[in-house]
């Protein structure tokens, strides 16, 4: 690859580090790159994003961590559901294609939109640490959401902070910090079952993953200390997501 392209590749998967630290869909950006840009074939390029997906959440949740913000004694039924959920989605992301969960996502993010926006109070609340949650409808909540991101992981923090904030009663701070703890665990799990079968580009996925691993951290070191944090994590959520929608559905073409 010639330099501009590797900068183009750190600066692009920083920014999806950081997007990914506060929001969620990160990925778009970097499974973008691996594909348009660098050639990748879809299956190799899913792995491979699993390189910068690991070092981030590494970056992140040490970030987090440094800043006094991980509690994960709440958590535990959460991740090992999502982590569960999630080694599935990626056995099964080697043997067929994704595309038609693509198809999915797409309207999977209007749906969002609508969640994002209507009533933003609820994303704004403090954690509720008296809240109790049926485990007959979290371990099967929780388990769709790791297959999901197991098996393509783009999109999978914003369907995440939504169940997470608005069901579970965390606040979009807490669920971030949460998010990023349990997507490191099944990323590494990921890499493994990936490796074995051959999907992994190391040098393309270490150039990613040096950007994303710097945007991470950043960038969970800034919001632990910024009081505002909830407020701005919300309208990052509420940008990605439509400029989702924009991509998904090619609304940009209207405009160029």
């Given at each position: 690859?010639?330099?501009?392209?590797?900068?183009?590749?750190?600066l692009?998967?920083?920014?999806?580090?950081?997007?990914?630290?506060?929001?969620?869909?990160?990925?778009?950006?970097?499974?973008?790159?691996?594909?348009?840009?660098?050639?990748?074939?879809?299956?190799?390029?899913?792995?491979?994003?699993?390189?910068?997906?690991?070092?981030?959440?590494?970056?992140?949740?040490?970030?987090?961590?440094?800043?006094?913000?991980?509690?994960?004694?709440?958590?535990?039924?959460?991740?090992?559901?999502?982590?569960?959920?999630?080694?599935?989605?990626?056995?099964?992301?080697?043997?067929?294609?994704?595309?038609?969960?693509?198809?999915?996502?797409?309207?999977?993010?209007?749906?969002?939109?609508?969640?994002?926006?209507?009533?933003p109070?609820?994303?704004?609340?403090?954690?509720?640490?008296?809240?109790?949650?049926n485990?007959?409808?979290?371990?099967?909540?929780?388990?769709?959401?790791?297959?999901?991101?197991?098996?393509?992981?783009?999109?999978?923090?914003?369907?995440?902070?939504?169940?997470?904030?608005?069901?579970?009663?965390?606040?979009?701070?807490?669920?971030?910090?949460?998010?990023?703890?349990?997507?490191?665990?099944?990323?590494?799990?990921?890499?493994?079952?990936?490796?074995w079968?051959?999907?992994?580009?190391?040098?393309?996925?270490?150039?990613?993953?040096?950007?994303?691993?710097a945007?991470?951290?950043?960038?969970?070191?800034?919001?632990?200390?910024?009081?505002?944090?909830?407020?701005?994590?919300?309208?990052?959520l509420?940008?990605?997501?439509?400029?989702?929608?924009?991509?998904?559905?090619?609304?940009?073409?209207?405009?160029?």
């Amino acid at each position: 690859m010639e330099i501009y392209v590797y900068l183009i590749a750190i600066l692009g998967a920083a920014i999806a580090g950081a997007i990914n630290t506060m929001a969620g869909n990160g990925s778009a950006i970097t499974l973008t790159i691996l594909t348009e840009m660098l050639g990748l074939p879809a299956n190799i390029a899913n792995g491979t994003n699993r390189v910068g997906v690991f070092t981030q959440t590494l970056g992140t949740t040490y970030g987090f961590h440094r800043n006094g913000k991980l509690k994960m004694d709440r958590s535990r039924l959460y991740m090992i559901s999502t982590v569960i959920g999630a080694v599935i989605g990626v056995i099964v992301s080697t043997q067929v294609s994704n595309e038609q969960f693509k198809s999915v996502f797409r309207f999977l993010m209007i749906i969002m939109l609508f969640v994002i926006v209507i009533k933003p109070q609820k994303w704004l609340r403090e954690t509720d640490t008296t809240k109790k949650v049926n485990p007959w409808v979290v371990i099967p909540a929780y388990l769709g959401i790791g297959f999901y991101g197991g098996f393509i992981q783009m999109g999978m923090g914003v369907i995440f902070l939504a169940v997470t904030v608005l069901w579970a009663h965390f606040s979009l701070m807490d669920s971030n910090v949460m998010k990023s703890a349990i997507v490191g665990v099944y990323t590494l799990l990921a890499l493994l079952i990936f490796q074995w079968n051959g999907l992994i580009d190391w040098k393309i996925g270490g150039v990613m993953a040096v950007g994303q691993a710097a945007g991470g951290y950043l960038m969970a070191n800034y919001a632990s200390k910024y009081p505002q944090a909830n407020v701005w994590a919300h309208r990052i959520l509420v940008v990605i997501v439509i400029l989702a929608i924009i991509k998904l559905f090619n609304l940009h073409q209207y405009f160029l």
